[in-house]
């Protein structure tokens, strides 16, 4: 069946390009992840103003444990700052936060923070900001799977529902800057039809506009769902 695309419910971002965005302005890596956290501001700012009903974000990836010590600490550290300067943002604007992932494996501070975000905005109804920290999908899907076949029932269906991103509309628009051409072990289940939009930008440059562009897009496409 193909049909007309209806406007974007669910958009999920791999952000990339932090690093080369330093290297290119000769600046620390650390800097050019602070930049990237500063458009992540950007964007969530913009969410009650986008149509969107979700937006997912992939802050932190499984694999991610494997850059070196140093860098693992500045990204940890900017979360802690992203929560304690931005969450009464959140709570104002209605946005609601959703963790996906193992983020229980993160530090116990962190954890902490989280869990309090995740309470103070649990009623906002403006729009869901969907967080991927210590996300892998490949682990996912093997979680959701294990988890349908304990119940006996192991169908799409069962495992759809015991995926992390269970109650979120179904992924309309993945997006990944930088230039780089590949899903990099994010949303694969939920990508099955999800339409893909690539840009050379990288993510400190990335803007709402960039996200409207990409939107109008998606709008202008006819979604093919196994058909002609």
Known sequence: MNERAKPARHVAIIMDGNGRWAKKHRLPRAIGHQKGAEAVRRLV?????????????????????KRPEGEVDDLMALMRRF???DLPDLV??????RIIGDYGALSSDLVVQLDEALARTAEGTA??????????SQQEIARAAAAAAALGDVTAETIEA???????PPLDLLI???GELRLSNFLLWQAAYAELWFTDTLWPDFTPAHLEQALDAFAGRERRYGGR
């Open 92 to 97: 104002a604007n209605g946005i609601r936060l």
């Open 176 to 178: 990944r800057t930088s």
């Open 162 to 168: 015991h995926l992390d991103t269970a109650g979120l």
């Open 45 to 65: 700012r913009a969410l009650p103003d986008s149509g969107l009903e979700a937006l997912t974000l992939y802050a932190f990836s499984s694999e991610n444990w």
């Open 127 to 136: 729009g869901t900001l969907a967080v991927a920290l210590n996300y892998g």
């Open 83 to 85: 929560l304690k300067s």
